[in-house]
């Protein structure tokens, strides 16, 4: 969490700043801050989001200077006020940092800093870590970067730093050990640009190098930049990366909010992951990273799959299209309560972790217990050259295109597409699928594209909001699905929770006896998936018993439908597919049902309280 952008050159740094702060404000946007410099430091931070940081700086600021970075905040240690807001200066105010990520033992190294006479404004860790690098400095005697790596060495946590000496104004020190730092190199070295990710300098430099954990570099104008280790002090020679990625991916397109946007991309977005893999025509699924470590997967005891969030959703899917599919015995977990359980992985099991970000912290720690464990990991991330996609032994990347609003959309739907492709990979290779239906598998996930863009019309979305518009007020909601699409059901209420505040209950269909059948009444609207094929008339029954307490029934059914249409008050109908398939379609009317209501009742849909895209902390 947290976003850092920064840059040293010959341009003004204020506008690539505030520009690129923007851009990174899906990380976190409690408070906001920059530090420029110009013969003086010039530092200014508030509460709230970049916009009222821009806000600020127009009231009289001079917005002047060739070096600088930005800070926007998640907050972890401190309330969101002015005075928690980074960058935070050390006591002498010749040190200016920013920092994203936990300093654990902040508590042990303030109270000795305390001793020695230090004074505290913020209730920040990172205020901490800035006059212990301070102290270090004066100790030691040493410039910036020493000091940075030596007082790194002392403490416990995850940081993304930049760091700045008033007494040496051209340079600037980065770090990283848990949190990512990407660094753009402008022509013959002449500027350089520091970000979280590498959309704030996209329009300047396609070249990047990724920190890896444990690095700290030190950027000077005009000069090569140095890399070394923090613990060891080796140097490294970085691997300078070419971006893909472009402005208009990382921009509106004309929609009101990203959410929107990127729910529209999803018959592109799918398309691109199976793009190159599948070939339905001579019936090959291609995935290098699969193929690579086929053996591990054919001998796979089992498989468990890691992640957090909606990419655990998706996780849940799996379950059921490998099980199904291929066979093998699966099991999903929470990265965060896996990695301090003291699991049993054993060799010959196969880990898949799921992540969007590719930076979940959680997700990330799940990998490497793994790894000691002996296990291989797989993973499928989305953002390339992320720490997850450089953690896992092999993986594949979903080349869902760049997803900015929170809510994850596009990114559970890609998860999906590339997991069924092994899922009918692995199938297929241990004679569990038939020919013809393999066969049939294939052509049907290269139709889904167009059933997703058939859910995405204008017809179909004014239903939607007429639906929307009737329950926008509900203060809780339930959703409920069998089989393949129990998982849709889980995603479908966290959709509506993460961005309305409306409290959302997922749950298997048959489990609505056991308890939240008690809370069913004439205000409960109850979101039932109650497609075709998978266990129809079992659903249809729980429909009727819904229907028996008062309850208000929206259905999503198969075209055609005339049975579930009789007892629902509102039925949204979906093209018919494979029962494997149909949760890369009923999400989506359940995705734009969470968008609609969100934006009738006025919330930040984008950017909703409390959360942050990336989740780099545990
Ligand atoms: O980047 P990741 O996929 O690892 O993120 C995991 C969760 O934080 C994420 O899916 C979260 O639940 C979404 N905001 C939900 O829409």
Redesign the pocket.
Known sequence: MCGIAGYIGYRDAYPIIIKGLQRLEYRGYDSAGILLYNNDVIISKTKGKVSDLEELMNSGVSKEGNIGFGHTRWATHGIPNDINSHPHTSNSGNLVIIHNGIIENYDSIKKELIKRGYTFQSDTDTEVLVNLIEEVKKENKCKLGKAVQIALNQVIGAYAIAVFDKTKPNELVVARLGSPIAIGIGKENKEFFIASDASPFLEYTKNAIYLEDEEMAIIRENKDIEIRKINDDSIITPEIQQLKMNLEQIEKGGYDHFMLKEIYEQPHAITDTYRGRLNANSGIIRMSGVDDNIDKFLNADRIIIV??????HAGLVAEYLFEDLARVPVEVEYASEFRYRNPIINPNDVIIT???????AD?LAAIKLAKEKGAFVFGIC?VVGSS?AREAHAGAYTHAGPEIG???TK?FTTQITLLTLIALKLGKAKGNLSTAKYHNYLQEMEQIPKKVAALLTPETDAIVKYIASVYKDASNCLYLGRGYNFPVALEGA??LK?ISYIHAEGYPAAEMKHGPIALIDENMPVFVIATKKGHYEKIVSNIQEIKARSGKIIAIVTEGDTEVKKIADHVIEIPETEEALTPLLTTIPLQLLSYHIAVMLNKNVDQPRN?A???TVE
């Open positions: 992640a957090c969030g909606t990419s655990w799921i992540s969007q970000s590719g930076e979940t997700t989305n997850i929170v809510a994850s990114a966290l959709k993460e959360l895209k990336a989740v």
